[in-house]
């Protein structure tokens, strides 16, 4: 079945430093993958769409300039999370759509997260 | 953002036991998703629904997309310990996964042996 993996799993950083997380697709391509934000005992809350070769969009309330997304190649989505704060601590997730024919399906897959502490 | 009303929030059952839980919303969603979540992981995907009215099986989930393209349950039948975790329905408004997904609050599912 479709993968996509995530790293770092976990990531423990010193605030004001900024943190970059990986979501990679391993056997298909995603020409679109998406982030989410997943606090202690909530649910997942979508952060924005990576399009690979253009620029992401955010949902709103989202900052852009905080959270820096780079969808660099077909397989690889990176997620920058700029000048950490204690509240940004949070389980960041992945997903991406499988492609058939080149078109996106409506089956997203996730990654298994990264488990940010800022400090 | 949005969320999906999702029902119940936990649930205490018996293993053997049948589950049921749903998930609304006031607005109409082209994909039904339902998902499974364990600690410190990441969703992984029980059913997927891609026409109103549509029924599937997965095993012993069974999960229905609503005809009006408002709701959707799942089913598990006899649970077994292993079902224990926190169960997510997801919805999509734009067919083709250019859309994100929009979440329900989940369902904590704890069986008591």
């Known amino acids: 079945g479709a993968v996509v993996s995530q790293h770092p799993s976990w990531v423990i950083c010193k605030s004001g430093t900024s943190v970059k997380i990986e979501c990679r697709s391993l056997d298909f391509q995603a020409t679109t993958m998406f982030w989410y934000r997943q606090f202690p005992k909530q649910s997942l809350m979508l952060m924005a769409t990576?399009?690979?070769?253009?620029?992401?969009?955010?949902e709103q309330g989202v900052e852009k300039d905080k959270f820096l997304i780079n969808h660099a190649s077909l397989t690889l989505s990176t997620l920058t999370v700029t000048s950490a704060h204690p509240e940004d601590s949070s389980f960041y997730i992945c997903?991406?759509?499988?492609?058939?024919?080149?078109?996106?399906?409506?089956?997203?897959?996730f990654g298994p997260g990264t488990r940010l502490t800022v400090l | 953002g949005q969320q999906l009303n999702q029902s119940p929030q936990s649930m205490f059952i018996q293993e053997g036991e049948d589950v049921s839980m749903n998930c609304t919303s006031s607005?109409?969603?082209?994909?039904w998703l339902w998902y499974k979540q364990d600690p410190g992981e990441g969703p992984v995907l029980l059913i997927a629904?891609?026409?109103?009215?549509e029924l599937t099986s997965n095993g012993r989930l069974t999960a229905q997309f609503g005809i009006t393209r408002k709701d959707s349950f799942l089913n598990i039948s006899a649970s077994i310990p292993s079902d224990v975790g926190i169960y997510f329905c997801a919805g999509q408004r734009d067919w083709g996964g250019a859309d994100g997904l929009t979440f329900g609050k989940g369902t904590h599912l704890i069986i008591q042996p």
């Open positions: 997903s991406a759509p499988i492609e058939a024919g080149g078109l996106n399906t409506d089956t997203q897959y």
């Open positions: 990576s399009n690979e070769g253009s620029k992401a969009t955010y």
């Open positions: 629904l891609y026409k109103a009215g």
């Open positions: 607005s109409i969603f082209n994909t």
